[in-house]
């Protein structure tokens, strides 16, 4: 699926700053480093393949379900990727060589000699915990895609050598033999060292996969329901955007077969946080992951297209109108090559004045409402737009509303059904009482 950078801000996918939300940060409760490396690499790759998605929703689906986990402990897989990346060579495997080492080590230790004792005793704990963890799949029923990415596992374990020592692990580290340290560190640092990656590869794929199991666990998420066929299909219930403590959660389907949502309200009325949690489902749906919904079914897009948080181009010398203009002339380029994407615009052209807003957006609503295989969310606070465009076939009205109580704006940040008729902006205006400070200032100039 293509996605540009804007909607990656948009979306806020990622983020550089500590502390500051991010779907990654969000999505990441991986326990190892390298799961939330392989969960950074999901991330960045959403996919429109419909088999591909339904593979990876039913394997995440499979750790759900059944009660079956594979243990990882943080400390013992950092302390076996730290003896993978040692830079010693090889213990030698041979039993003169191998006796050398030892007695070498016990007259003077050596850190190297240690590290590769201790990694080569938690990977084969971690090694024993993955036999047990695969023997016990064998009394459910895996998905296929699964059992062929596990398969290379059961592989590795299946030599005889390692078997044998698995079954024979001691309770300590220091009672492995020094003819089986050099063994197996050969095998696993220099014999099989892309095969064993191959394992670790797995494991990590396995802590991702738990991890967002995990948060199925939350009701509040579920899997995409994915539909095929020439018209576009979406539809969600009880959506709600995570980063939010309180989240007030809404429901959307299109009536008739619409293709354009026309959506409107005052500012702070949830208009911006509902388009970001749309973006934000629609990409996590496309990566095959738990999305922040009740329940949603859509159909499979090429390309995700928003313009939420868009800021002027100052280094190109362009303003917020022409890089507003920019970014629909994107969207339709987008539009006449992949001819099925996402596409949400938050404010269209409100870096110009009422009348050149009012003609673009109306230009482009209409022009969009014709345009079938994609979606459109736009939103707008120019009310005439939507009187203009009411009737006019394939667009359905969404707003936020907002009341006026003691002269303060109160807000349910729920979606309704129609077009916002309110013009609270004054009102607030009023409020701040900013009309009596410029008053004051005035008086005083001319005392």
């Known amino acids: 699926m293509q996605v540009d950078n804007q909607t990656v801000s948009d979306i806020e996918l990622f983020s550089r700053n500590k502390g500051v939300n991010s779907l990654y940060n969000y999505y990441n409760r991986t326990i190892t480093n390298g799961g939330s490396e392989k969960l950074y690499n999901f991330l960045r790759n959403p996919v429109s393949d419909y088999q591909f998605l339904q593979e990876r ?115 300590d580290s220091y009672k492995l033999k020094w003819i089986v340290l050099g063994k197996l560190d050969t095998l696993f640092r220099l014999k099989m060292k892309s095969e064993l990656q191959e394992v670790m590869n797995t494991i990590y794929m396995i802590d991702v996969w738990q991890t967002l199991a995990g948060l199925l666990k939350d009701k509040r998420f579920s899997m995409a329901d994915y539909q095929c066929g020439e018209k576009p299909v979406f539809e969600v219930e009880e959506c709600f955007h995570p980063f939010l403590d309180e989240p007030v959660k809404n429901s959307f389907n299109f009536i008739n077969e619409s293709n354009l949502c026309f959506l409107t309200g005052p500012n702070m009325s949830g208009k911006s946080t509902f388009l970001k949690t749309l973006g934000l489902i629609i990409y996590v749906s496309h990566l095959g992951f738990p999305v922040p919904a009740k329940r949603v079914k859509t159909s499979i897009y090429k390309g995700l297209f928003t313009t939420i948080n868009l800021s002027d181009n100052l280094n190109l010398g362009f303003s917020h109108f022409y890089t507003e203009v920019k970014r629909v002339k994107d969207m339709a380029l987008e539009l006449k090559s992949q001819q099925s994407i996402f596409v949400i615009f938050d404010e269209l052209f409100k870096g110009t004045n009422v009348k050149d807003a009012y003609d673009s957006t109306l230009m482009v609503v209409k022009a969009l409402s014709k345009i079938k295989g994609s979606t459109f969310f736009i939103s707008s606070h120019i009310l005439e737009v939507a009187e203009d465009i009411s009737g006019t076939e394939n667009i359905d009205f969404r707003c936020f509303e907002s009341a006026l109580v003691n002269d303060k704006a109160v807000y349910d940040f729920k979606l309704k059904e129609g077009v916002s008729k309110e013009r609270v902006g004054f009102q607030i205006v009023k409020r701040e009482m900013i009309e009596d400070i410029l008053e004051e200032i005035i008086c005083n100039q001319q005392k």
Request: net charge positive.
């Open 57 to 171: 929703k039913n394997e995440i689906q499979f750790f759900y379900t059944n009660e079956i986990r594979l243990e990882l402990t943080k400390r013992t897989i950092d302390f076996i990727e730290h003896y993978r990346k040692i830079g010693r060579f090889p213990l030698r495997a041979n039993w003169i060589d191998a006796i050398t080492d030892g007695v070498q080590n016990k007259i003077v230790e050596d850190g190297n000699y240690y590290i590769i004792r201790e990694g080569i005793f938690h990977l084969l704990n971690l090694l024993l915990h993955l036999k047990r963890f695969l023997d016990g799949l064998k009394d459910f029923e895996v998905p296929k895609s699964l059992q062929n990415k596990l398969a290379h596992c059961h592989n590795f374990l299946e030599q005889k050598s390692l078997a044998l020592k698995l079954e024979q692990l001691p309770g």
